[in-house]
T-cell receptor, first 114, second 113 residues
């Protein structure tokens, strides 16, 4: 069965330091992969997506993610955290049954310390 | 400005009452979705619609109903059969050629009195 595992429910970093949010997936094929971000009490916004082109994907707000097929991972990184990055981040893959049905990780809450 | 609007922002439901959440989009997207979000969990799909006058159940459709009479609109009714409706409800839309690229509304928080 397909699944998405976000390895940390909370990540806390100081402003100006690097960010790493980890995501592993399980699927019978190499799917598209997405990261979405949700700021407090708001809707979600697509941060970046991997669709079998370059394995290093750049997104909005300085975030990037690297697809590693051998590790079935799609970790999200940013070189230098900003206070405005405080949000919840979700790793997502499409279902094998239908591209319209997405499988969502449980989310990682990113906390930025001043 | 193109986008998705949801109303109301907060909704209160009494026991035995049906309530309807509104979702409207002006992005000209064919596909629309309803999700439920509970604390500490990822989003769970309630219903989705790929085209007008057609919709499919998601993972947790029991106790909910939808209609898709217009491309722009996809209202969700939370019926009295839904025993635990307190949650944050999110509506989204996408073009059919990129269903994983979804655009979300600001959400409706439903609370039970």
């Amino acid at each position: 069965a397909q699944s998405v595992t976000q390895l940390d429910s909370h990540v806390s970093v100081s402003e100006g330091t690097p960010v790493l949010l980890r995501c592993n997936y399980s699927s019978s094929y190499s799917p598209s992969l997405f990261w979405y971000v949700q700021h407090p009490n708001k809707g979600l916004q697509l941060l970046l997506k991997y669709t079998s082109a370059a394995t290093l994907v750049k997104g909005i707000n300085g975030f990037e993610a690297e697809f590693k097929k051998s590790e079935t991972s799609f970790h999200l990184t940013k070189p230098s955290a900003h206070m405005s990055d405080a949000a919840e981040y979700f790793c997502v893959i499409p279902s094998e049954d239908s591209n319209y049905q997405l499988i969502w990780g449980a989310g990682t809450k990113l906390i930025i310390k001043p | 400005d193109g986008g998705i609007t949801q109303s109301p922002k907060y909704l209160f439901r009494k026991e035995g009452q049906n309530v309807t959440l509104s979702c409207e989009q002006n992005l000209n997207h064919d596909a629309m979705y309803w999700y439920r979000q509970d604390p500490g969990q990822g989003l769970r799909l309630i219903y989705y619609s790929q085209i007008v006058n057609d919709f499919q159940k998601g993972d947790i459709a029991e106790g909910y109903s939808v209609s898709r009479e217009k491309k722009e609109s996809f209202p969700l009714t939370v019926t009295s059969a839904q025993k635990n409706p307190t949650a944050f409800y999110l509506c989204a839309s996408s073009p059919n050629w990129a269903p994983g690229t979804q655009y979300f509304g600001p959400g409706t928080r439903l609370l039970v009195l």
